[in-house]
């Protein structure tokens, strides 16, 4: 079942610069944060109930509202929060993180209205479990129920994903896929409805685990898939097909050691990185003796497919 609202939660409010605005809320969202809210030229005021002010002439700032439960590693997420704000705000003045109690809990309900039926390639539709309209002969189909948990389709790192994931579906017909950072286990059970035998998908976040095997089965899939909540060094095995939509930081760290779990001639696919961040993204990738092999683009965001060097340049050679 998907976790229930009922215990105690807390609003996370971050102080950014416009130009940080999209980094930052990833990195809300990959903490486990339901939604996020932007509230463009404003100013965060902890000394007000009303925490936020809207302040016309200061275009720079946005203010990112999120809300993460109040479990034993709340302390952790907001710890890493703030190191990923030092690491990429530096020393810049204003930058604010703020914390409190949430009061009202139908925030973290209000994504549902903006859940409509996505429909990604012309070849699979993501939709909520309170839709019931018809779906076309020829698209696979995903019921989805994010509750808690980030992932729903609509954001581009996610959108990315999916495409990659359709581009490599007819290669990887019958194989594993590992989903590292699986949040709603959309990837994980997207894959297996565009082909895949069977999944294994990693998260830190326990609550995300527990969506991810909801979403299993309400689309009957429960027997192929199966979710850890564990680092993704738990998983057994090496897989054609490995997914990371994190950000960053964890793609450059995680990158070399993923690699032992890349099936000869497998693909890792990378998300949740800007644009301006594919520069260091390539030089880790290429560090790990990978090779950039597909890249796709959405606004602000890229998502790459990578192999070893040696299978790319393997295939060169039959060309």
């Given at each position: 079942m998907v976790a229930s609202l009922d215990h105690q939660w807390w609003e996370i409010y971050v102080q950014v610069p416009e130009s940080l605005s999209e980094a930052a809320s990833e990195c809300?969202?990959?903490?486990?944060?339901?939604?996020?809210?932007?509230h463009e030229q404003a100013r965060l005021t902890p000394q007000h109930i009303d925490c936020i002010e809207t302040w016309p002439e200061t275009t720079a700032w946005t203010v990112l509202q999120g809300a993460l439960p109040l479990e034993d590693v709340l302390s952790r997420q907001v710890a890493t929060l703030q190191q990923w704000l030092r690491t990429w705000a530096g020393e810049t003045p204003d930058v604010r993180l703020y914390c409190r109690p949430l009061l009202d809990v139908d925030y973290l309900t209000q994504w549902q209205q903006f859940f409509q039926p996505l429909c990604i390639g012309g070849r699979l539709m993501i939709r909520p479990p309170w839709d019931t309209s018809p779906v076309p002969a020829t698209m696979a189909c995903l019921t989805l129920n994010p509750g808690p948990a980030f992932g729903t389709g609509t954001h581009p790192s996610t959108h990315l994903c999916l495409l990659m994931l359709l581009q490599y579906a007819t290669q990887c017909q019958g194989s594993r896929l590992l989903d590292v950072g699986c949040g709603s286990g959309i990837l994980s059970l997207a894959a297996l409805q565009l082909g895949w035998q069977s999944v294994v998908g990693v998260d830190i976040d326990?609550?995300?685990i527990a969506v991810a095997?909801?979403?299993?089965?309400?689309?009957g899939l429960q027997d192929r898939a199966?979710?850890?909540h564990d680092s993704w060094q738990s998983a057994i095995g090496v897989f054609p097909c490995i997914t990371a939509?994190?950000?960053?930081?964890p793609l450059v760290e995680m990158l070399q050691p993923l690699t032992r779990y890349l099936a000869p001639g497998g693909t890792i696919i990378l998300s949740g990185l800007l644009a301006s961040q594919e520069v260091t993204m390539r030089t880790a990738v290429q560090n790990a003796?990978?090779?950039?092999q597909a890249r796709r683009v959405e606004e602000e965001w890229v998502a790459l497919a990578v192999r070893r060097a040696s299978d790319v340049e393997q295939e060169s050679l039959h060309v």
């Amino acid at each position: 079942m998907v976790a229930s609202l009922d215990h105690q939660w807390w609003e996370i409010y971050v102080q950014v610069p416009e130009s940080l605005s999209e980094a930052a809320s990833e990195c809300l969202h990959n903490l486990g944060s339901t939604a996020v809210v932007f509230h463009e030229q404003a100013r965060l005021t902890p000394q007000h109930i009303d925490c936020i002010e809207t302040w016309p002439e200061t275009t720079a700032w946005t203010v990112l509202q999120g809300a993460l439960p109040l479990e034993d590693v709340l302390s952790r997420q907001v710890a890493t929060l703030q190191q990923w704000l030092r690491t990429w705000a530096g020393e810049t003045p204003d930058v604010r993180l703020y914390c409190r109690p949430l009061l009202d809990v139908d925030y973290l309900t209000q994504w549902q209205q903006f859940f409509q039926p996505l429909c990604i390639g012309g070849r699979l539709m993501i939709r909520p479990p309170w839709d019931t309209s018809p779906v076309p002969a020829t698209m696979a189909c995903l019921t989805l129920n994010p509750g808690p948990a980030f992932g729903t389709g609509t954001h581009p790192s996610t959108h990315l994903c999916l495409l990659m994931l359709l581009q490599y579906a007819t290669q990887c017909q019958g194989s594993r896929l590992l989903d590292v950072g699986c949040g709603s286990g959309i990837l994980s059970l997207a894959a297996l409805q565009l082909g895949w035998q069977s999944v294994v998908g990693v998260d830190i976040d326990a609550q995300a685990i527990a969506v991810a095997m909801h979403n299993a089965e309400l689309n009957g899939l429960q027997d192929r898939a199966r979710f850890l909540h564990d680092s993704w060094q738990s998983a057994i095995g090496v897989f054609p097909c490995i997914t990371a939509n994190i950000y960053l930081g964890p793609l450059v760290e995680m990158l070399q050691p993923l690699t032992r779990y890349l099936a000869p001639g497998g693909t890792i696919i990378l998300s949740g990185l800007l644009a301006s961040q594919e520069v260091t993204m390539r030089t880790a990738v290429q560090n790990a003796g990978l090779a950039v092999q597909a890249r796709r683009v959405e606004e602000e965001w890229v998502a790459l497919a990578v192999r070893r060097a040696s299978d790319v340049e393997q295939e060169s050679l039959h060309v």
